[in-house]
């Protein structure tokens, strides 16, 4: 293959760039990435906590009654002569979130993990985020990608209004991948080596739909697709006596399916259960 590599540009991958350097790059994108979600998910908790109410009097003459404003938790026992406010201790907030990971991506030998945080009112927000750096350099054999997307869901149906995070959904999503596979004599590349943090990875954004069935008191699966564009530059390189040639670069806009899923489910947070019929958790 000696004219193509005369013909071609000689380039350094990212599996063959200083390490210490590297694994510094890569740290702190997935620092970036952690503080952002962790800002979304502070956000959705103080909003999360504004929906309090309170009772400051109430008072009838005519009649006994016994009510309860269940979301300031008070307790009125109002008599014929008057009303007496009986204020009970208050009850702790249910809060409903999970961890998940993609059985479809771990079957392919790419370690992921998940959070999605119940908002309210049928809406959550989630973050993903998945690492793959397995390789064998004297084989040529390389299966690395990393990345990792933000979402938002509205939960609808009979099992979304009894339960929070169960039954159907429908959502939006986006985010930043990058990938480096090389298999024998070829590799492809997502993004363009030592360029920007846009030209280093393709971005992704579309809707999807899903149902999460219940599969225990704790763990529901969750399956779901998406449709979207995924978008960027990547290169077709190959290997040459110790040094990788860029053959190609290639700009893609794809649209079509973006996302698959089938999702294990661990259930956390106070209340956050699933329930038999009959009422038998």
Known sequence: MPSDRHNNP???PPHQECGKRLYISQLRQLIGFVTLVLAVFNSAAQISNDYDY???EVRIDSTEIHFRQSQSNLDLNLDNNGAR???????PKSFYMDLRTNMLYDLAAIPNIGAEFYLGKNFSILANWMYSWWD???????WRIYGGDIGARWWFGNKAHTKPLTGHHLGIYGGVLTFDFEW??????GGVPKGTLWDRCLVNSGIEYGYSLPIGPYLNIDF???FGYLGGRYIKYFPFDNEYFREKEY????FGPTKAEITLIW???????NIKKGGEK
Do not use: A, C
């Not at 024998?184 to 590349?189: A, I, N, S, T, V």
């Not at 259930?267 to 259960?273: V, Y």
């Open 10 to 12: 000689s380039f350094t």
């Open 54 to 56: 309170s009772v400051e």
């Open 85 to 91: 406010l009986d204020r009970l201790p208050k009850e």
């Open 136 to 142: 064998s350099n004297p084989r040529h054999r390389y």
């Open 184 to 189: 024998g004599d070829k590799g492809y590349m």
């Open 224 to 226: 779901s697709i998406g």
């Open 251 to 254: 700009k893609m806009n794809y």
């Open 267 to 273: 259930l956390i947070g106070r209340g956050n259960r």
